[in-house]
């Protein structure tokens, strides 16, 4: 199986900071990871697809990357609504699997 | 407009069989492309991806709990369906449907969720 190890935990950003969130996948997932945000009480929404596709409706300061096996979400200036769990998610192979979760919270 | 509506029993007992229903509108999953997926949530705890059903019937299934998950689809009443067998504690959780697409994403919408315990 694939495994998403997701970091940090949790993270504390004051507004208009720039905040990075990372997965690490076990094995070669190409382009297939996305991101999902989630507030409280609420479904997941999906932030980025392919890892550098911006999902429809989502704010441009989101954006996804690649480095190898290492994917990254990045909020380019944090604002109150981005308060929430982030999650990364591959598609890769036949089964899937989410990464553990990312609490960002305001500083 | 695409909307996903998960229902369940709300509440089951231990060793019994698990039976969701996502009811959706605004795609088919007759259309090349097309899927649903189903997640679930514990209170307070991450997402954990459980079975996909695509268009072509093609099936996936969490290895983890394989042995206790079929999902299933009726395509005329736009409806997919996941049932768990041998249900026990560690199954209480939110349990989402979420639509699949090859084109926008693994997860683009997703239905409300619905809460299942299971106590005795």
């Known amino acids: 199986d694939i495994q998403m190890t997701q970091s940090p935990a949790s993270l504390s950003a004051s507004l208009e900071e720039i905040v990075t969130i990372t997965c690490q996948a076990s094995?070669?997932?190409?382009?297939?990871l996305a991101w999902y945000q989630q507030k409280p009480g609420k479904s997941p929404q999906l932030l980025i697809y392919?890892?550098?596709s911006l999902a429809d409706g989502v704010p441009s300061r989101f954006s996804g990357s690649r480095s190898g096996t290492q994917y990254s979400l990045k909020i380019s200036r944090l604002q109150v609504e981005d308060i929430g769990i982030y999650y990364c998610?591959?598609?890769?192979?036949?089964?899937?699997?989410f990464g553990g979760g990312t609490k960002l919270e305001l500083k | 407009q695409v909307t996903l509506k998960e229902s369940g029993p709300g509440i089951l007992q231990p060793s019994q069989t698990l039976s969701l229903t996502c009811t959706f509108s605004?795609?088919?999953?007759?259309?090349?492309?097309?899927?649903v997926g189903w997640i679930r949530q514990p209170s307070g705890k991450g997402l954990e991806w459980l079975a996909n059903?695509?268009?072509?019937?093609?099936?996936y299934y969490n290895p983890s709990l394989k042995n206790r998950l079929t999902i299933s689809k009726d395509t005329s009443n736009n409806q997919a369906f996941l049932k768990i067998t041998n249900v026990d504690t560690a199954d209480t959780a939110t349990y989402y449907c979420?639509?699949?697409?090859?084109?926008?994403?693994?997860?683009?919408?997703w239905g409300q969720g619905t809460l299942v315990t299971v106590s005795s």
């Open positions: 979420a639509r699949l697409s090859l084109y926008s994403g693994p997860f683009a919408y």
């Open positions: 605004g795609f088919s999953l007759s259309t090349y492309g097309m899927g």
């Open positions: 059903i695509w268009w072509d019937d093609d099936k």
């Open positions: 094995q070669d997932i190409g382009n297939w």
């Open positions: 392919g890892a550098t």
């Open positions: 998610q591959q598609a890769s192979s036949a089964t899937w699997t």
